[in-house]
């Protein structure tokens, strides 16, 4: 039994169906959580070893190296991108999406373990972990406390302020920017030391011995048992400061009378200010899986409550990337109103009937709602990618219903009564209907399974539209019917049929002129389509357009060897210039980031764009003019994934070939128009006092390099982590750092002077057994897939976009001949979006595949789908049109977009198709049966056309946030529906007739031979 027809006669069980669909629809809206971009579950495992003193260049070749081939071998291994920059290595690997995360932690773990004997023996224990906290922190909060010291304040945020937001369901980490951590410092005097004969090393190591609470077993007495432990643990700082040190002439001496004894704060080597002033900022993350709005509510109160509980810390917010989100989600919610009230619109300016119009409108929300069910589900997010899909389908739901009315209504035209007329016109038009959502699930659905992470981005967005298609198909077939059936009025006397105006009397005489002049239609035809495939060659590609989120991110370099407080006063001047700009709200500069005391990040925001006149791309401007006026900087503008527009990576196995190759490269680059502020990662060379022993001597006495080390490290930084003696005040234990004192290590050559013991006991000069010079060395190290790298970076210059960049680098003479032992990888925006257009070629040939198999099935013909198929490239030349006009790129949203023009144009194709072969089974000759469903199906491929084109309006205009992304999608498949539904209605008629004709030429051809 025909479903349409069931619901006519039963129709409670479909309005119960429906109903159910829609209260866990709106359930689901309502638990959906926010996000900017889809949760993907990226595999991504980090190795982090330090070696307090090493250089770049030790650690690369005596750490990242065996680490790195230790872990290349394991399964699923994607790419190894390692860093080495003062006392630090960490080695950071990209599985593959479908490797299981917890497989690969323990595989890397394994492997680091395999080869920790081969490691030197002063790095500390390899931290091997799962990366969390991918991406930028939804928040950033500073505290402050007049009350309070630097120690106090950071010791208030981790232990209290931290803590409490890590209780909170959604955050998923919080970091501490800034600040410093309490340690107890012992400065010691080099000359008392030099007199004594001892060591700072020597001092540090007894510290460690005597300064400790330890266990000492248990015993019995009195018939009870007791544990015994050995307190030498000192109470307070004046009790450290008396402990009694042992000199080699066997006297002792208190710590005091070796130098200075005090609480104070580790060495800092980050900062961080707000508008000029020192702040300790926190940055909260948003846990995997959760929603951005709900964690930032919760994140909200909680700190209002803390607020309460400390009246006399200040807690102010710096920076919310949640208010981007919640515009966009505001703005996507508003566009999707906006288009399902003009696609009603217009259907009731064709149908003129209020019963007919709300029948039709009745299909958005019967289809959206279900939809969200789904998502909820499938664990979807209401994001960028989603919420895309959702405004996409606005057209799309209504088409199936506006068809479904619009026969019905024909129907009824003919004097039939609503029931009857319902129930013939489903009847009718239900493989049509079927074919044209089905159609759409087949085009869209193959995204879904695009590979690697943009397949996982994009899952959303495929299965949406799906779902949502789906539900429009069980809405035509099982609402639409049922409502016209007991909603519509019966036609008072029949109509004429329609068609009679003068725009359907033009269109059947070039119908009719098409059908007798083929070659002549074929050939123009096939001339559009030529120049739509051409095209699409000239518009430049580019990943996402430039959005405005409010804020811009700038990476800030120093010369190597610049202190901490040197970046410190320049980042300060530089938000003096920054805060002088109109727009500019609040200045937040990170100071040692990654490391480096020599690099800061300084985020400038300046509000949403409805706040202000000036767009983004004049504010950066601004910010770097402004910027450019500082001496000895590098200053680039990187977008929110910190990446910068162009990134391309020289690679090889020697690192200074690999350094000259790349900049070389850069010199090239510019010389191109399209590209802005060139420059590479090449670190310039930082200056270094090496120790080189002098190896007769040095084995005479009994002095290894590692000694010469050690003494050297804990006279200058303090011993390692792990070697450090303990202070313990209550339940908490900081660190005693023994060294040398400020004054002395501000001249580092004095270390030629500082003493060593040889393993006799005596205590001779270090430059003894060692030559000390100044020289230079990298300041950082980067390896890709276990070769050494250096990276070009740039800008891309107004009025160019990536595409066209990237065009002109690839033609640079270098970069199609890189010198030999160096090759030249694209990464970045580059890189992800040749992987999402050959992921969407791929999804696109799926789609194309599955259209034909789908219809061949519904028409019972393989060679009838070919119509459909060869209709395909006649929306291209009115996207490419209307791209070109409005000046926008080639992106991922007009990719998308050409997805849905697939199947708007063979929807058009499928409704004239079904209807022609109809005709000819009821015994119409080919042309008529053409000529008649021109008549018959023009006025709802028009109706559902522009109903289309009313739903995408919103989305055009791009005012809302976020619109910068639907805008290209919206423009292109505007202009492509526009283009391809003229001419669907004039070539789709005569395509069928050549190729129907061919094939029943082809069956009487063999019908003969197998009779004769």
Known sequence: MNFATWSIRRPIPSIALFLALCIAGLFSFWRLPVTE???????????????????PAELSGQVIKPVEDAVANISGVDHIISRAVDSRASIIINFT???????????????????????????????????????????????ANPAMTIEQLSKFADDVVARRLLGIDGVGGVVRIGGADRVIRVDLDPNRLLALGITASDVSRQLRGINANMGGGRGDLGGMEFSIRVLGNAT???????????????????LEQLGRVFDGSAELRNFATLDGRPVVALAVYRATGKSDLDTAKKVAAELERLRERYPDAIIEKIDDATLYTAGNFDSAMRTLYEGMALA????????????????????????????????????FSLNTVSLLAITLVTGILVDDAIVEVENIERHLSMGKPPLEAASDAAVEIGLTVIAIS??????????????????????????????????????????????????????????????ESLLMRLYQRLLRWTLRHRIVTLTLAFAIFAASIYSATLLPGEFVPKKDIGRSIVTFEMPPGTTLEQTRAVTREAATLLEAIPEVKSVFVE??????????????????????????????????????????????????????????????????????????????MKTLPQLADVSTTAALPRPEVQLRPKKDLAAEFGITANMLASVIRVATIGDTDANLPKFTEGDEQYPIVVRLSERVRRDILGARDLRITTPSGLSIPVQLVADVRLTEGPSIVTRYDREFETKVEASIAPGYVLGQATDAIHALPLARHMPAGTRLATT?????????????????????????MLLAVLFSSFVRPIVVLLTLPLAVGG??????????????????????????????????????????????????????????????????????????????????????????????????????????????????????????????????????
């Open 879 to 1012: 996207a490419i049109f209307a791209l070109y006009l409005f000046d926008m790129a080639m992106g991922i949203s007009v990719v998308i977009g050409f997805l849905l023009l697939m199947g708007i144009v063979t929807k058009n194709a499928i409704m004239l198709l079904a209807f022609a072969m109809d005709a000819i089974k009821r015994g119409l000759p080919r042309e008529e049966a053409m000529l008649e469903a021109g008549r018959k199906r023009a006025r709802p491929i028009i109706m559902t056309t522009i109903a289309m084109i009313a739903g995408m309006l919103p989305s055009a205009f791009a005012s809302h946030l976020g619109g910068e992304f639907r805008a290209p999608m919206a423009i292109a498949v505007i202009g492509g529906i526009t283009l391809s539904t003229a001419l669907s209605l004039v070539f789709v008629p005569v395509l069928f007739s050549l190729v129907d004709g061919v094939r029943a030429w082809v069956i009487g051809r063999f019908v003969r031979s197998a009779r004769s």
């Open 236 to 254: 307070s700082v004046a009790e450290l400061a008396a402990t009694p040190i042992t000199l080699p002439s066997g006297e002792k001496l208190r």
């Open 591 to 668: 100071g040692g980031v990654g490391g480096d005391i020599n690099k800061a990040e300084i985020t400038v925001n300046y509000g949403p764009k409805t706040e202000r006149e000036r767009g983004v791309v004049a504010i950066e401007a601004d910010i770097m003019a402004r910027l450019s006026r500082l001496p000895d900087v590098r200053a680039h503008i990187v977008n929110d994934r910190g990446n910068r527009d162009i990134s391309l990576s020289v690679l090889g196995s020697d690192r200074e070939a690999v350094t000259r190759a790349a900049r070389a490269l850069a010199r090239q």
């Open 97 to 143: 999406i479908e490797t299981p995360t917890d497989r690969a932690l323990n595989d890397v773990k394994d492997a680091v373990s395999r080869i920790r004997q081969d490691l030197p023996e002063t790095i500390s224990e390899p931290i091997v972990k799962r990366e969390e906290l991918a991406g930028k922190p939804i928040q950033v909060y500073t505290v």
């Open 828 to 852: 970045g925006d580059a890189e992800i979006m040749a992987d999402v257009f050959s992921g969407f070629a791929t999804a696109m040939g799926a789609g194309i595949l599955l259209v034909y």
């Open 344 to 379: 009603v619109l217009v259907v009731f300016l064709f149908l003129r009937n209020l019963r007919a119009t709300v029948i039709a409108a009745t299909a958005l929300p019967l289809s959206i709602l279900p939809a969200f069910f789904g998502m909820y589900v499938l664990d």
């Open 438 to 499: 089905l159609t759409i699930v087949a085009v869209f659905a193959p995204v879904s399974f695009m590979g690697g992470i943009p397949g996982q981005f994009f899952k959303q967005f495929g299965l949406t539209v799906a779902m949502a298609a789906l539900a429009s198909l069980g809405v035509a077939r099982l609402i639409t019917p049922m409502m016209a059936a007991y909603l519509m009025r019966p036609t008072a006397h029949a109509r004429g049929p329609r068609g």
């Open 37 to 55: 971009f889809p949760n993907i579950d990226v595999p991504i495992v980090s190795v982090t070893i330090t070696q307090p003193g090493a250089s």
